[in-house]
């Protein structure tokens, strides 16, 4: 069974940092690019972030530029965002995805999805 378990959500005031993770399992993980999308009510899931396989290059939406990082750890089948200055506007369900080969920016072409976890920032 294929598994992708996001932790690291909270509620915290504009200007804090949280560091989301993503567990996954049942699949090649190196095999596979990861990303992490976020979804607010009423707003289309969007790509935030996503990483090759191996880790070596990575893409930020610009809104995310400087303030977000990600980072994976093929031996231990994690990934991880970290958040930074975090603003209102970052607030969404994150949601960690896994896409064989390369990475991509539309939703509908990844393959496997996590279950999400909230990240709620207060201005």
């Known amino acids: 069974q294929v598994h992708l378990v996001e932790s690291g959500g909270g509620l915290v005031p504009a200007g804090a940092s949280l560091r989301l993770s993503c567990q996954a399992s049942?699949?090649?993980?190196?095999?596979?690019?990861m990303a992490w999308f976020r979804q607010a009510p009423g707003k289309e899931r969007e790509l935030v972030t996503a990483i090759a396989w191996s880790g070596t290059n990575t893409y930020y939406i610009d809104s995310v530029k400087g303030r977000f990082t990600v980072s994976r750890d093929n031996a231990m089948n994690m990934v991880y965002l970290q958040m930074n200055s975090l603003k209102p506007e970052d607030a969404a369900v994150y949601y960690c995805?896994?896409?064989?080969?390369?990475?991509?920016?539309?939703?509908?072409?990844?393959?496997?999805w996590g279950q999400g976890t909230q990240v709620t920032v207060s201005s």
């Open positions: 995805a896994a896409r064989e080969f390369a990475p991509s920016a539309h939703a509908y072409e990844y393959d496997y």
């Open positions: 049942g699949f090649i993980f190196n095999k596979y690019a």
